[in-house]
């Protein structure tokens, strides 16, 4: 089955390609793909995620302009996560994880969205921010209501453990945002952090909030040691927030049992 959702990530991969590009540029999601700098709409034999990218030779069949190498990064990465979103919660004979591996699908999509947006453009989009949120708490609320029995205590509710994970993430980014004068933080990842803790819950998002600190100041100190930017150079922190959530939703437990295990 991972080889299944490979293949979807990939497509799906694609598809949040042209909606990095089109939210970019203001444009309609649905209508064809097409060049971006000759604007020839693009062949469907032209359209395969990966394998286009090897046939055409890293460039467009019209005008022979290169391809970004980020087309073909993120169906690759999409494929990956979406992999191993089924080797997570899908079990193929077990009809009850068909909805929440859709939801988590849905999930990392929007991520990987925000991802490859803020850190093309420095900005994390409203418009996706919106939907992941309603995105998030709905199934939220629906997982809650579909398993009250099973719930005994507050704090194994959905809803609560997301809103109190989201407004305890957002009220420490937006200490950082206001105090900073959002010179260490902007004020886009201060929202972002409201969809993470939304469905992480608690205590995970403060193992994505950990983990996205140290991807990103290990990046950081990699860039400064081969002269890629200075101490003044500006890097987007939402790409490190979606990775360090990514690994938190999938490998919670097993980095937790490796942590406690060190003592």
Request: aromatic content about 20%.
């Amino acid at each position: 089955m991972p080889v299944i959702f490979f293949i979807l990530g990939l497509i799906i991969g694609s598809f949040l390609n042209v909606v990095v590009y089109r939210l970019r540029v203001a444009q309609n999601l649905w209508g064809r793909s097409y060049c971006p700098n000759c604007k020839e709409k693009i062949a469907w034999y032209d359209n395969i995620p990966l394998l286009s990218f090897i046939l055409l030779k890293f460039q467009c069949r019209r005008c022979k302009k290169k391809i970004s190498w980020q087309y073909p990064l993120v169906e690759l990465f999409t494929g990956i996560v979406f992999a191993l979103i089924s080797w997570k919660f899908f079990v193929v004979n077990d009809f009850s994880t068909f909805l929440p591996t859709l939801y988590y699908l849905g999930i990392v999509s929007f991520l990987i969205a925000i991802l490859v947006y803020d850190w093309l453009y420095m900005e994390i989009p409203s418009l996706v921010l919106w939907i992941s949120g309603i995105w998030a708490l709905g199934f939220s609320i629906y997982f809650d209501i579909a398993n009250y029995e099973k719930i005994n205590s507050i704090f194994q509710s959905g809803v609560f453990s997301g809103i109190l994970a989201a407004v305890i993430a957002f009220l420490f980014f937006f200490s950082l945002v206001y105090f900073s004068k959002e010179k260490w933080m902007g004020m886009g990842d201060a929202l972002l952090v409201i969809f993470l803790g939304l469905f992480l819950g608690w205590p995970e998002i403060l193992l994505a909030l950990f983990l996205a600190f140290n991807i990103g100041a290990l990046f950081s100190v990699g860039l400064l040691i081969f002269r890629r930017k200075t101490l003044k150079s500006q890097i987007p922190f939402g790409p490190f927030l979606v990775l360090g959530s990514i690994l938190t939703l999938l490998f919670y437990g097993i980095i937790m049992e490796w942590y406690w295990g060190l003592y």
